[in-house]
């Protein structure tokens, strides 16, 4: 009850200090994108505090020694909201590839547009999507920003994945720029749709580049994927947890009730 109570603090806090954070932002439209940035990061790190002091969620960064000296796709593990926020002061400047409601939350939505300058897709568009981020990523890599992209598209339950989506990989192609992996292990404190977060040390690890060059799309995202997911049986109890599970005989009322890996699809 007690954990319960403090993971709802915790949530209260990201969620107002993020309302407060976009109002301030909103007057200052005409600073400089580096000090508007700087507030972006000072909010996430805001957040990670907050994760700590509320919950005991340390965070820590391992392979940071892998990031190229110049801009690139950050292609990340989506497995809760911790993620979304807790990468970003440990990164250059990025923008992400998101879906437009988000856009349309009072405040938090409008700064995000403002200061992130997001590349907003409606993930029902298909091709049209892919093509939108290819054209809008190129020139944000052009200006020296990153881009990031969470392949699966939505946040997966532990021990999962789907298909990824095509446009991190095409982006990477087109723009002629290498592809970082990360993955990390938040989803052994904090699952979707579960308020309740757990104590412990959530592990971001960024992968050696990959290259998009000379083969398809689908062929780089087959390389970065199985990069990813051998890292989070590496470092996610919980994946391993629903590995033993998935290993069980098939007759087990327990292994019956799984979902299968790779049953989903993303098709951006």
Same mark, same amino acid.
């Given at each position: 009850?007690?954990?319960a ?8 806090f @990201?969620?107002?200090t993020g309302?407060?954070?976009? +109002?301030?932002? #909103?007057?200052?439209?005409?600073? /400089?994108? $580096? ?7 000072n ?8 994760g ?5 969620l340390?965070?820590?960064v391992e392979?940071?020694?892998n ?7 950050i292609m990340i593990?989506?497995s809760?909201?911790l993620e ?6 440990f ?9 437009r409601?988000?856009l349309?939350i ?10 992130f300058?997001p590349?907003?897709i409606?993930?029902?568009?298909g091709?049209r999507?892919v093509?939108? @981020? ?5 020139k944000?890599? +052009?200006?020296? #920003?990153w881009?990031?992209?969470? /392949?699966e $598209?939505t946040r ?16 990477a192609?087109?723009?002629?720029v290498?592809i ?6 938040a989803?052994?404190?904090?699952q979707?749709?579960e308020?309740t977060k757990?104590?412990g040390?959530?592990?971001?690890c960024?992968?050696?580049p990959?290259?998009?060059a ?5 062929e780089?995202?087959?390389v970065?994927?199985?990069w ?5 049986q ?8 629903a ?11 327990i ?7 790779g049953?989903?699809r993303?098709?951006?």
């Amino acid at each position: 009850m007690f954990r319960a109570l403090r993971s709802l603090l915790l949530v209260v806090f @990201v969620f107002l200090t993020g309302v407060l954070y976009g +109002a301030l932002a #909103l007057p200052l439209f005409w600073a /400089p994108q $580096g000090f508007l940035w700087g507030l972006v990061t000072n909010y996430c790190r805001l957040s990670l505090w907050a994760g700590e002091f509320f919950c005991g969620l340390k965070v820590v960064v391992e392979g940071q020694e892998n990031l190229p000296t110049t801009a690139s796709v950050i292609m990340i593990k989506h497995s809760s909201a911790l993620e979304t926020y807790g990468h970003v002061p440990f990164f250059p400047r990025t923008s992400w590839v998101i879906k437009r409601e988000i856009l349309w939350i009072p405040f938090f939505g409008w700064a995000l547009k403002l200061i992130f300058r997001p590349i907003s897709i409606d993930r029902r568009s298909g091709r049209r999507a892919v093509k939108q @981020v290819i054209q809008q990523g190129r020139k944000k890599l +052009a200006e020296g #920003l990153w881009v990031t992209v969470f /392949p699966e $598209g939505t946040r997966m339950p532990p021990g999962e994945t789907r298909k990824y989506g095509v446009s991190g990989a095409a982006l990477a192609k087109e723009a002629g720029v290498m592809i970082v992996p990360v993955a990390h292990n938040a989803v052994d404190f904090w699952q979707r749709r579960e308020l309740t977060k757990r104590p412990g040390t959530v592990r971001f690890c960024i992968g050696p580049p990959i290259t998009a060059a000379g083969r398809p799309p689908k062929e780089t995202n087959l390389v970065v994927q199985t990069w990813i997911e051998n890292k989070m049986q590496e470092i996610s109890s919980a994946y391993q947890q629903a590995e033993r599970r998935d290993n069980q005989p098939h007759d087990s009322p327990i292994a019956a009730t799984n979902t299968k890996r790779g049953q989903s699809r993303s098709q951006l």
